[in-house]
C-alpha cells in the first residue's frame, strides 16, 4: 500500500482555516511514525509530533486531526469536510 492511499484528502470546496491560519490538509500513517500536513498561505508544511509551527508544538496526530499546543492552550486541527 503506497502512502497515498494512507493519506485523509481534504474537501476542495470547503478549505476554511484554522488556528495561526494552518489548515489541516491529511494525516499519514507509517511504520515510523504518523505525520501530518499543514497549509498557511501557499507553504505546505509536513510535521511530526514533537515540531514547532508558528509557535505551536504538535503534541499528537490522529486519524484526520492535530494536536497543537502552546504553554496550557491545547488547539485541535481537523480536516475540513
Request: glycine share 10%; charged share 20%.
Given at each position: ?12 470546496n470547503?478549505?476554511?482555516s ?22 498557511q ?9 514533537g ?31
Open positions: 500500500m503506497s502512502d497515498r492511499n494512507l493519506i485523509d484528502q481534504p474537501r476542495p470547503n478549505r476554511r484554522n488556528s495561526a491560519g494552518l489548515m489541516l490538509l491529511g494525516t499519514v500513517s507509517t511504520p515510523d511514525g504518523t505525520r501530518a500536513l499543514l497549509l498561505g501557499d507553504d505546505v508544511m509536513r510535521v511530526t509530533v515540531d514547532t509551527v508558528n509557535a505551536l508544538t504538535v503534541t499528537a496526530i490522529g486519524q484526520g486531526e492535530i494536536y497543537l499546543a502552546r504553554g496550557a492552550e491545547q488547539t485541535v486541527l481537523h480536516i475540513p469536510g
